[in-house]
């Protein structure tokens, strides 16, 4: 077919070889820092890259003479991120165009608003254009592409968030369930064939008509901007204000949706409310996310603008729709480090933080350049219930006959060490163990970042005093915060991690006596012997003071994710100590060795007050046990019940 461009007047054709788009879609492209960013206010097609040929071809014909990492269109308070191999496919398609031209103009022409076609057409002929095609990658990323919805799949978000979420699942998925969120939010788990789950978020905002995410846009400006104040109320202020100039109360203009200038906010302006204070005063889609119950953790891998967040769904990890753009990054890095009043840059490119997120308590853990490629961040929700030892009885935990003796042994003063790796329930059981201390015994607890249920036992009428010492800003360190509590009164010592300097003072604590009632602690490690490598090799304690420790215990997390004791081992006494298992983990569960029943444990008999004997010491662990198992049973086992227990157990 002859090319009837060559008959076309020389103007025209020189508009149609240009980067400048004659569809008048209205699309203003322009170039930021290698992001090709489209103003689409005045586009009639919304800057919609997968559903308008016009807005292709705006945007192509930009890419003719330029590449772009992306490219992103804004339009009515919403943004488009074209990214990955949607981006790849646009500036594959602007050199295919700028190339071809000088061997089929008519291809190239059709290649501006259609490059799947046009491509398609190129490689099945046997000429330059096809070269042209598989030199500018355009070939292979057609043959990748089903259709422009899946292959300009965008990342949407609002312009006010700095998240985005990717609309399309990937093809050949199957979805395998759906569930509402709290804060409005849908999300859906998808089965790829043959690849890892994903899980699709889509929040409140990605449901808001058009004129909202307008008024959205702008409370945000207003609110960024100083021009309202009022402290927590001043979101729905903002959005009041802007409702209220747009839509005055005797306008006929006024949205039926409850969005007009009505003084009480109809549903959908609750939505914008709810939405502008998660973006501007929250954590953006770490509401959300966290807002699913079964989510434990979610992952920012580093560069954050080019990967996919990562969730930990009831012990699953899946790859989800979410990104998190560079300016997010920013914006809670300098959250983290305002609210915390701790250091996180280069010089000090660590963090471990806390927030209160989605109603429920996170961890933070951050790292940034120059040990990482960019910020990553890993998010860890702590559990939402008070867990006590009859709850880790009740769900598998620990034997009812193991927990009797920690029971005992912390009512009765021991020092107990609780190791394990990262996540396998560490500072879960250090908590259960301090509801098992007597209701009157005062107890000091000392953590860099706080995990354990202080305020739910002081709600509960204990007695306890939280030290916050990390050694940064003006909080104490390690071992400052332990001397200080050691003069704070005697009672029991907890510390979050025993990891520094603080290990010589505990010891020296233990070894003369300053803490008269029961010593706690957590330690990376796994067994007795490598506590005990940790303790002295590592952290400088001398072998003989170890000997103090009267537990270890063990716990596990296994491949599906169950956090359990895998070991109790008893210290024997010498230099350097030994080491005996009086509880391990079998195919059955927690069981004994029997080495308590044959009158052989050290630590039973430093249990027997001057008045009992070893075998009144075991038959109080067989009744702690009854107890425990019978508490269990019943499901009775939040702090005030097991508080009540421990009180009526001292009569």
């Given amino acids: 077919m002859p090319d009837l461009t060559t008959r076309l007047p020389e103007s025209v054709r020189s508009v149609l070889g240009s980067g400048e788009s004659t569809t008048g879609c209205g699309c203003e492209p322009s170039f930021d820092d290698g992001v090709l960013v489209v103003d689409a206010t005045e586009c ?54 700028e190339t071809a031209a000088f061997h089929d103009q008519r291809l190239a022409d059709r290649a501006r608003s259609d490059p799947l076609a046009a491509c398609r057409e190129a490689t099945g002929r046997a000429d330059a254009v096809a070269d042209v095609a598989a ?7 057609t043959a990748r592409a089903g259709s422009y919805e899946t292959a300009l799949s965008p ?237 880790l009885v009740a769900n598998g935990t620990i034997s009812a006959d193991g927990a009797a003796l920690l029971s005992v042994g912390v009512e009765r003063g021991s020092a107990i060490l609780l190791a394990g790796p990262r996540g396998a329930g560490k500072t879960t059981m250090l908590g259960a163990l301090l509801w098992e201390l007597p209701p009157a015994v005062r107890t000091v607890v000392i953590e860099d970042t706080p995990e354990l249920p202080v305020a739910p036992l002081q709600e509960s009428g204990r007695d306890v005093q939280a030290l916050l010492a990390s050694g940064e800003s003006e909080e104490l360190s390690p071992a400052q915060a332990l001397r200080t509590a050691l003069r704070l009164g005697d009672g029991a010592l907890a510390v979050g991690e025993v990891r520094g300097e603080e290990a010589g003072v505990l010891y020296e604590a233990m070894r003369v006596g300053a803490s008269s009632e029961a010593v706690l602690g957590t330690i990376h490690g796994h067994g007795g012997e490598s506590v005990y490598e940790r303790v002295v090799t590592d952290l400088g304690v001398p072998s003989s003071a170890f000997g103090v420790t009267d537990l270890v215990v063990t716990l596990e997390s296994t491949a599906a994710g169950v956090r359990r004791v895998s070991a109790i081992e008893e210290v024997i006494g010498g230099d350097p100590p030994g080491f005996e298992t009086l509880f391990e983990r079998t195919n059955e569960g927690l069981a004994s060795t029997h080495r308590i029943d044959r009158g052989n444990s050290r630590v039973v008999a430093s249990l027997a007050t001057p008045e009992e004997s070893y075998a009144d010491v075991r038959e109080r662990l067989a009744t702690r046990a009854r107890l425990l198992d019978a508490l269990a049973d019943r499901n009775a086992t939040d702090g005030d019940t097991v508080t009540e227990a421990c009180a009526n157990r001292q009569r």
């Fill in 135 to 141: 030199e500018t990658g355009l070939a292979e990323l």
């Fill in 44 to 97: 009639q097609f919304g800057g919609q890259l997968e559903a308008s040929p016009e807005c292709r071809e705006a945007v192509i014909g930009s890419l003719t003479e330029r590449d772009a990492t992306a490219v992103r269109t804004e339009t009515g308070g919403v943004e488009r991120a074209y990214e990955d191999d949607a981006a790849a496919l646009l500036v594959a398609a602007g050199r295919f165009v």
């Fill in 155 to 391: 990342y949407v978000g609002p312009t006010v968030s700095h998240w985005r979420v990717e609309t399309t699942p990937p093809p050949g998925t199957r979805l395998t369930a759906v569930r509402e969120l709290e804060t409005g939010a849908t999300v859906r788990h998808y089965d790829p064939d043959g690849k890892p789950p994903r899980y699709f978020l889509e929040p409140v905002e990605r449901q808001l008509p058009e004129h909202a995410l307008a008024t959205l846009a702008e409370a945000y400006r207003r609110l960024a901007n100083g021009e309202v104040d009022g402290g927590d109320r001043a979101p729905a202020r903002a959005v009041r204000a802007v409702v209220a100039d747009r839509y005055p109360d005797d306008s006929t203009d006024a949205p039926a949706d409850g969005t007009g200038g009505s003084e009480t906010p109809g549903p959908v302006a609750e939505q914008v409310r709810r939405v502008l204070e998660k973006h501007a005063r929250g954590y953006g889609l770490l509401e959300d996310l966290f807002a699913d119950p079964g989510l434990s953790d979610a992952f920012v891998t580093a560069p954050a603008p080019s990967n996919r967040l990562r969730v930990t769904v009831d012990g699953e990890t899946l790859v989800t729709n979410v990104k998190l753009t560079g300016e997010g990054v920013a914006a809670l890095s300098s959250r983290f480090r305002r609210e915390s009043g701790r250091a996180f840059s280069r010089a000090d490119p660590t963090l471990d933080a806390t927030a209160e997120v989605a109603s429920r308590r996170i961890r933070i853990a951050g790292v940034t350049e120059p040990p990482s490629t960019g910020t990553a961040f890993a998010f860890r929700a702590q559990d939402r219930e008070v867990w006590t030892l009859p709850a």
